[in-house]
């Protein structure tokens, strides 16, 4: 499985990012999606998840009502829009995935892309 990220840039707060996630995989319709990202100095943290279904999602307080996650079967993409985005939101952003359930732990996740960066000014 690879996952290739995208999307990512340097933009000014309030403004809006949408970022893609490829995965090359045998069946995408299998796998769970999460994105996670990682700030300098800081450990990976949970931002949002889909289910293999598409039909469920789960974010991290910090980015409920501005981020939303989707997921599109037949492009093998699975999407983050960024909205309203806060310096705070400043990490490398990183894509993962598994088979099975939804989760928002990072030790579930089999494979993970190269990770892009965004980043937010003020």
């Known amino acids: 499985v690879q996952l290739q990220a995208s999307g990512g840039g340097l933009v000014q707060a309030g403004a809006s990012l949408r970022l893609s996630c490829t995965i090359s995989?045998?069946?995408?319709?299998?796998?769970?999606v999460g994105w996670f990202r990682q700030a300098p100095g800081k450990e990976r943290e949970f931002v949002a998840a889909i289910s293999y279904s598409g039909g469920s999602t789960t974010y991290d307080d910090s980015v409920k009502g501005r981020f939303t996650i989707s997921k599109d079967s037949a492009k093998n993409t699975v999407y983050l829009q960024m909205n309203s985005l806060k310096p705070e939101d400043t990490a490398v952003y990183y894509c993962?995935?598994?088979?099975?359930?939804?989760?928002?732990?990072?030790?579930?996740?089999?494979?993970w892309g190269q990770g892009t960066q965004v980043t937010v000014s003020s």
């Open positions: 995989a045998r069946d995408f319709r299998t796998y769970a």
């Open positions: 993962a995935c598994r088979i099975g359930s939804i989760q928002s732990g990072s030790r579930y996740y089999n494979d």
